[in-house]
Nanobody, 128 residues
């Protein structure tokens, strides 16, 4: 059974930094993509950053140059370093893992990559 557990959220002032971490169990990082997503109240969930098994990263335009995604395959962890945070970055942040086919639950298609395993989320609040 795949389990994803996020940590590292919190409250910070604009311009500050936070680092999110995701610990995975029951999942093989080395062959699939992982990603970070966020959802603000009243808005749809959106992709923030994703990383392929070969280390290739993709970022949403809104976070390019400010956020960095990284993974440690040996430790089965996924991190998101967030710098120069803005109030509009306030949201619940979710760690997610690719699944070949979506089988129930929330499924997000980001550029042909299906994310169907999700953590419970960690709140990030940025004040102005």
């Amino acid at each position: 059974q795949v389990q994803l557990v996020e940590s590292g959220g919190g409250s910070v002032q604009a311009g500050g930094s936070l680092r999110l971490s995701c610990a995975a169990s029951g999942y093989t990082y080395s062959t699939y993509s992982m990603g970070w997503f966020r959802q603000a109240p009243g808005k749809e969930r959106e992709g923030v950053a994703k990383i392929r098994s070969d280390g290739t990263a993709t970022y949403a335009d809104s976070v390019k140059g400010r956020f960095t995604i990284s993974q440690d395959n040996a430790k089965n962890t996924l991190d998101l370093q967030m710098n120069s945070l803005k109030p509009e970055d306030t949201a619940m942040y979710y760690c997610a893992a690719e699944r070949t086919l979506c089988r129930g639950g929330y499924c997000y298609n980001w550029g042909g990559v299906l994310f169907n395993y999700w953590g419970q989320g960690t709140q990030v609040t940025v004040s102005s």
